[in-house]
T-cell receptor, first 119, second 114 residues
């Protein structure tokens, strides 16, 4: 079964508008971390935001916020006031924290969403 | 400072060549990683070093040979590669090899095997 699912292969947004990129995850581990990365066409994987499974509040970093709904196992990325430079591939990823599990510490990525920002 | 550097940025090699990819971080991180990424796909984990020891080898062919000379450096030695090994190779590091630690990536090396 897919541990991380990103159902939107591509998304389009107008400059200055907000956009939500979807991510759902699957784990039975009570301890895990959720990450979003941005990968422009240059190739570098840029860390955007982190949410821990025990965090009570949604994470925010500047124009990025993570809409964490634990019961639904979703961790959607919200980008406010989109800019042309936001055009890139976005990956949702998860690391499981159970030291006894075979997936411990490994970063599992979703398939990614290509975001295009129109002027 | 969350910088991971990788050299070279681009590499073209023949199937009989031997080359090396280099990765460096000065954040005091004790875990370092090699990933392989094909176009429009997520990165795939290859190797993990934790405290300079190889912790994970994801069944990578022996034509890829990792090396961690010290806590700041990670190398990937390449020998007798195949055209299907052409990809973006990403290095990453994290404070430690634990679930909550963020991995920071370098800019990658684009490898073309002819």
């Amino acid at each position: 079964a897919q541990k991380i699912t990103q159902t939107q292969p591509g998304m389009f947004v107008q400059e200055k508008e907000a956009v939500t990129l979807d991510c759902t995850y699957d784990t039975s581990d009570p301890s895990y971390g959720l990450f979003w990365y941005k990968q422009p066409s240059s190739g570098e994987m840029i860390f955007l935001i982190y949410q821990g499974s025990y965090d009570q509040q949604n994470a925010t970093e500047g124009r990025y916020s993570l809409n964490f709904q634990k019961a639904r196992k979703s961790a959607n990325l919200v980008i406010s006031a989109s800019q042309l430079g936001d055009s890139a591939m976005y990956f949702c990823a998860m690391r499981e924290g159970n030291a006894g599990g075979t997936s411990y510490g490994k970063l599992t990525f979703g398939q990614g969403t290509i975001l295009t920002v129109h002027p | 400072d969350t910088e991971v550097t990788q050299t070279p940025k681009h590499l073209v090699m023949g199937m009989t060549n031997k080359k090396s990819l280099k990765c460096e971080q000065h954040m005091g991180h004790r875990a370092m990683y090699w990933y392989k990424q094909k176009a429009k796909k997520p990165p795939e984990l290859m190797f993990v070093y934790s405290y300079e020891k190889l912790s994970i080898n994801e069944s990578v062919p022996s034509r890829f040979s990792p090396e961690c000379p010290n806590s700041s450096l990670l190398n990937l030695h390449l020998h007798a590669l195949q055209p299907e090994d052409s990809a973006l190779y990403l290095c990453a590091s994290s404070q430690d090899y634990r679930g909550e630690e963020t991995q920071y990536f370098g800019p990658g090396t684009r490898l073309l095997v002819l």
